[in-house]
């Protein structure tokens, strides 16, 4: 059997991200930064794009943050930006204690990462240019376990949604590629990319554990177990979408003239946790608030006052409620 050759694998990485940015309608001519840690996925994001690019008109810069939780960190920034180099591509690089900030804001250092990285693309984005788009190397896989930990967590509708495909500025061109056969490309191309041992400790994060256990079990009982949970996420998101749609009309005939909500014939619980959420706006409340609020405007009782948290609170009196 004939060997695979370089090109041959580049241009099946090309192909990967071709189909991603038709299917968002990427445009020609875009200014496009590549979010790239310089594991396989965004490698493989990286010299798919970079394969494109000149048959696409974008312009590509490569953005690293580096967390500094690994000793070897500042190497592997070096190699993203030797990579970006050897392929004609500016490069965006920083350093970031993760661990520091993660301490600071109280967060997890996964989270805090993760913040602090998105950050950091939004601000090399808009020096790019107002219609500067992000990339970033999320897969099939990636979506698959989103959905997994959500679900095990309790998550309803809106968190099964997965990971979007747009949102904003970023988009997500791998979303519906497998994570092997891209790592397959890169191995046959011989191009390196960096293997993040804390990927694969089960002990590390539940992200790893659904990963290395839960997803493979599922896969036993159903090959196409990732294509099925890809395609959940996106049933989901189209009926969550029409919820909204139908909250937000319910919405718009409840609220009256004095800026009360009118409860006296309540919608069902699916409807009215919804038009809540929407008439109280911001951050979303815990879902245990919405419920007592529900309860307090469905039940014989009033001159209630449920706090929302955030200074918010809501009011119930004859089955009209006010939110300030």
Same mark, same amino acid.
């Not at 996964?110 to 990285?117: H, L």
């Not at 979303?284 to 918010?312: K, M, Q, S």
């Given at each position: 059997?004939?060997?695979?050759?370089?090109?041959?694998?580049?241009?099946?990485?090309?192909?990967? /991200?071709?189909?991603?940015?038709?299917?968002?309608?990427?445009?020609? &001519?875009?200014?496009? !930064?590549?979010?790239?840690?310089?594991?396989?996925?965004?490698?493989?994001?990286?010299?798919?794009?970079?394969?494109?690019?000149?048959?696409?008109?974008?312009?590509?810069? /490569?953005?690293?943050?580096?967390?500094?939780?690994?000793?070897?960190?500042?190497?592997?920034?070096?190699?993203?930006?030797?990579?970006?180099?050897?392929?004609?591509?500016?490069?965006?690089?920083?350093?970031?204690?993760?661990?520091?900030?993660?301490?600071?804001?109280?967060?997890?250092?996964?989270?805090?990462?993760?913040?602090?990285?998105?950050?950091?693309?939004? $601000? !090399?984005?808009?020096?790019?240019?107002?219609?500067?788009?992000?990339?970033?190397?999320?897969?099939?896989?990636?979506?698959?376990?989103?959905?997994?930990?959500?679900?095990?967590? &309790?998550?309803? *509708?809106?968190? *099964?949604?997965?990971?979007? $495909?747009?949102?904003?500025?970023? /988009?997500?061109? *791998?979303?519906?590629?497998?994570?092997?056969?891209?790592?397959?490309?890169?191995?046959?191309?011989?191009?390196?990319? !960096? /293997?993040? @041992?804390?990927?694969?400790?089960?002990?590390?994060?539940?992200?790893?554990?659904?990963?290395?256990?839960?997803? @493979?079990?599922?896969?036993?009982?159903?090959?196409?177990?990732?294509?099925?949970?890809?395609?959940?996420?996106?049933?989901?998101?189209?009926?969550?979408?029409?919820?909204?749609?139908?909250?937000?009309?319910?919405?718009?005939?409840?609220?009256?003239?004095?800026?009360?909500?009118?409860?006296?014939? @309540?919608?069902?619980?699916?409807?009215?946790?919804?038009?809540?959420?929407?008439?109280?706006?911001?951050?979303?409340?815990?879902?245990?608030? !919405?419920?007592?609020?529900?309860?307090?405007?469905?039940?014989?009782? &009033?001159?209630?006052?449920?706090?929302?948290?955030?200074?918010?609170?809501?009011?119930?009196?004859?089955?009209?409620?006010?939110?300030?």
């Amino acid at each position: 059997m004939a060997a695979v050759q370089p090109d041959q694998t580049l241009d099946d990485l090309a192909d990967a /991200v071709a189909r991603g940015a038709d299917r968002l309608g990427l445009p020609n &001519g875009a200014a496009v !930064v590549l979010a790239v840690s310089g594991g396989p996925d965004s490698t493989a994001l990286l010299h798919g794009a970079a394969r494109l690019a000149p048959k696409r008109g974008w312009r590509l810069t /490569v953005a690293h943050l580096d967390h500094a939780l690994r000793p070897t960190s500042a190497e592997e920034a070096r190699a993203i930006a030797a990579a970006a180099a050897a392929l004609g591509l500016p490069a965006e690089l920083r350093r970031v204690d993760v661990a520091a900030l993660a301490a600071a804001e109280h967060r997890s250092p996964e989270d805090a990462g993760r913040q602090a990285r998105y950050r950091f693309l939004e $601000e !090399v984005a808009i020096s790019r240019g107002p219609d500067a788009l992000i990339a970033t190397a999320h897969t099939a896989d990636d979506a698959a376990e989103t959905v997994l930990l959500r679900l095990v967590r &309790g998550a309803g *509708l809106r968190g *099964l949604r997965g990971i979007p $495909e747009r949102r904003g500025r970023i /988009v997500r061109p *791998l979303l519906h590629e497998r994570r092997e056969p891209l790592r397959q490309a890169l191995d046959a191309a011989g191009i390196e990319y !960096v /293997v993040d @041992p804390s990927n694969a400790d089960p002990r590390h994060a539940a992200r790893n554990r659904v990963r290395a256990e839960l997803l @493979p079990a599922l896969e036993g009982l159903n090959p196409a177990a990732v294509d099925a949970l890809v395609r959940f996420a996106r049933l989901a998101a189209e009926d969550d979408e029409l919820l909204d749609a139908l909250a937000a009309a319910e919405l718009t005939r409840r609220r009256q003239a004095e800026g009360m909500l009118d409860w006296h014939d @309540p919608p069902s619980r699916a409807l009215g946790r919804r038009v809540l959420r929407l008439a109280i706006g911001g951050s979303p409340p815990a879902a245990e608030r !919405v419920e007592a609020l529900l309860d307090a405007a469905e039940g014989p009782r &009033g001159g209630l006052t449920i706090e929302l948290g955030g200074d918010r609170r809501a009011s119930v009196h004859h089955r009209q409620i006010r939110i300030g």
